[in-house]
């Protein structure tokens, strides 16, 4: 969830009188803790017909072609009176603003939104082993005493993780999984470990995740990504399992016209978002920022609903200027977060520390310390609904 990112305050049109975009003098690239550095543009251009995008994979054969929806005016006026990517809209809905969970997915066998709330959920020790169906069960039930979670997110496939989230999730009614992949380099391998897992209970399976955040750190292209999904979706679906398959990144991500085909390539829009490293407001901000960041990513794809699968606040580590890292902080942003998303959509990053990483984000030093429960309170994410 760190790494270089790449943010933009307005969106660069660009000219489709031809098949290829063209991208105007925009200043795009910005490290994720310089998010909130102003972005510009130079140029507008009036556009007025779709093209045609073609993306090939490795060997040069197409996987999927992409017709690219004009932006007009009005809403690219829009997205520049939003520029600060600090803020987002006043109020938790407004007036022309997208909503995620209408529409929900281009496939009609993927539910899309998610009905609540989910939790980030990777069931490691400090040392990286893996724990045990127990140690997994009583993590569950520790999580389900303050909010009645729709989802628990995976992030990788080893380690039996997929089938113990499953056995775990089954003690509480209404609870799904998204399982992943975790090295699209490995996508075979790694679909046949999630089909082993599930051993054909693809009910208790809400979404497949191939790739998170890979366009964001430069660790694979589009085509790559694209390629990868397919693969994916087509030994799911021999499998049994014709859900929702998605890969999901950074939300700058989709603000940049030549990474827009991410938008087509998964079922549903998913975006990973965290207003701390912002740092141009505090935690009970948070909820504001992040519904103003869902709306501009539903804008940017073409009006395609949007779930958030990422975003959480740090109890500790180092400030980055008005964003300040704390139990209390904590509690404000994901309660301020719940306030402009009541009927959920969203995933909570994430169940407890993550001693078991690295920690690659000095001077930070907040990779480690999202955990929202084992910390002696509760998060104020409680909800009898």
């Known amino acids: ?128 082993s893996f724990k045990s169906q127990s140690e997994v069960n009583a993590d569950f039930d520790t999580f389900t005493k303050t909010e009645k979670y729709k989802l628990v997110r995976l992030y990788g496939s080893d380690g039996q993780q997929t089938a113990k989230a499953i056995k775990a999730a089954k ?34 399976i809400h979404t497949v995740d191939v790739g998170n955040e890979l366009i964001n750190k430069k660790q694979a292209t589009v085509n790559q990504v694209a390629a990868a999904v397919q693969t994916a979706r087509e030994m799911l679906k021999k499998a049994g399992y014709d859900g929702c398959v998605i890969t999901i990144d950074v939300f700058e991500t989709f603000f940049q016209e030549k990474y827009r085909h991410l938008c087509d390539v998964s079922d549903y829009v998913a975006a990973n978002a965290h207003g701390y490293f912002a740092g141009t407001f505090g935690a009970n901000g948070d909820g504001n920022w992040l519904r103003g960041i869902r709306d501009q990513v539903s804008r940017a794809c073409g009006g395609k609903p949007v779930t958030i699968t990422e975003t959480g ?49 000095n001077p930070l030093n907040i990779e480690q310390h999202y955990g929202m429960y084992g910390k002696g309170y509760n998060p104020l994410i409680a909800s009898d609904t």
């Open 171 to 204: 003690r509480h009614p209404g609870m799904k999984v998204m399982a992943a992949v975790f090295d699209i380099k490995q996508v075979s391998t790694e679909v046949k470990r999630i089909i082993s897992d599930v051993d054909g209970d693809w009910d208790m």
């Open 313 to 361: 606040w740090p109890t500790e580590g180092n400030a980055k200027n008005l964003a300040k890292s704390g139990t209390g902080a904590q509690q404000d942003a994901l309660s301020s977060i719940k306030g402009k998303f009541p009927d959920g959509d969203v995933v909570f990053f994430e169940f407890g520390d993550d001693k078991w990483k690295a920690n690659q984000d």
């Open 1 to 128: 969830m760190k790494g270089k990112l790449l943010s933009v305050a307005a969106i660069a049109l660009l000219h489709l009188g031809s098949a290829k975009p063209l991208e105007k003098d925009a200043q795009l690239l910005h490290k994720r803790n310089d998010l909130a550095a102003v972005s510009t543009v130079s140029g507008i251009v009036t556009v007025t017909a779709p093209a045609a995008v073609v993306y090939n994979d490795a060997n040069g054969q197409p996987v999927t072609t992409s017709y690219v929806a004009p932006l007009g005016a009005s809403s690219v006026s829009q997205q520049i009176a939003r520029s600060s990517l600090a803020h987002g809209p006043s109020s938790s809905s407004s007036a022309g603003s997208p909503d995620s969970g209408s529409g929900n997915s281009s496939n009609p066998n993927c539910a899309g939104s998610i009905d609540g709330y989910g939790i980030a959920y990777t069931p490691k020790h400090a040392d990286q």
